[in-house]
């Protein structure tokens, strides 16, 4: 009797501490249900968010390949060089630089046919003073070739073809998790970049046009008289051949 009772305390103690040691077990696994664990993605899943289009500044370069025995434009170089005095109004943030090749065999006919150009871009309706002509020492010394450019405002993504991570089956946690491949996307969005007419409009839309008035007020007026504001088109089947699905 005077042995048991002298374990008691003992014993109690031990259930005490298993007791608070299943306590704090408890409330560590419910604890882990109701925490938000924040998953840090390494790769987006967006391919807009992996290959992001930027808006920069380049160049539009346009070349002309003037032969030794020749100072003047070929009729498709004149046409070449019009186009690129009309695109310059419409995108350009400088002016034209007319690079001519110096030290080399048609060193000579290039400078012949750079007042040939900047003629050409004058006739144009380029300003005369935003049209520099300068020199430039080319690497090939026979033949090197007449250049005519200007900046822009262009977008660009990329670079494509970067493969980080194998697709293979690995030991990679990407792989188990199923998430877009690193080049996937890419040559969408390069593509897209290289399609823009305006590179402000992935930044901000357009102002909108006045509408057509003449046309409202028709419309308009039609609506109020119960007509039917439809177009009416008097010779519709001029031009048919067929009533297949008529």
């Not at 008691?8 to 409330?27: D, E, K, S, T």
């Not at 290959?51 to 032969?67: N, R």
């Not at 300003?127 to 520099?132: A, E, G, I, N, T």
């Not at 008035?213 to 010779?235: E, F, H, I, M």
């Amino acid at each position: 009797m005077t042995i048991a009772r002298r374990a008691r305390p003992g014993f109690r103690h031990a259930a005490l501490l298993l007791r608070a040691a299943g306590c704090i077990v408890l409330a560590a696994l419910l604890s882990g249900c109701y925490t938000t664990r924040e998953v840090t993605d390494t790769v987006p899943t967006d391919h807009r968010l992996r290959h992001p289009i930027s808006i920069q500044e380049g160049e539009k370069t346009v070349v002309l390949m003037i032969g030794n025995q020749r100072g003047t434009l070929t009729p498709v170089q004149r046409a070449d060089t019009v186009a690129l005095a009309r695109a310059w109004k419409r995108e350009a943030t400088g002016g034209i630089i007319i690079d001519v090749p110096t030290g080399g065999g048609n060193a000579r006919s290039a400078a012949e046919a750079a007042r040939e150009v900047q003629s050409l871009l004058v006739a144009a309706d380029v300003p005369q003073h935003l049209v520099r002509v300068r020199s430039y020492q080319p690497d090939e010394v026979k033949f090197a070739p007449l250049k005519v450019k200007y900046t822009r405002v262009m977008a660009d993504a990329g670079p494509c073809g970067l493969w980080p991570n194998d697709l293979g089956v690995s030991g990679d946690p990407l792989w188990f998790e199923n998430r877009p491949y690193w080049n996937l996307g890419c040559a969408a969005q390069r593509n897209l970049a290289a399609m823009v007419d305006n590179p402000a409009d992935l930044i901000q839309p357009r102002g909108e046009t006045p509408v057509y008035a003449a046309r409202r007020s028709q419309a308009l007026d039609k609506y109020r008289r119960g007509a039917s504001s439809a177009t009416a088109y008097p010779n519709a089947n001029d031009g048919k051949i067929s009533d297949v699905g008529r």
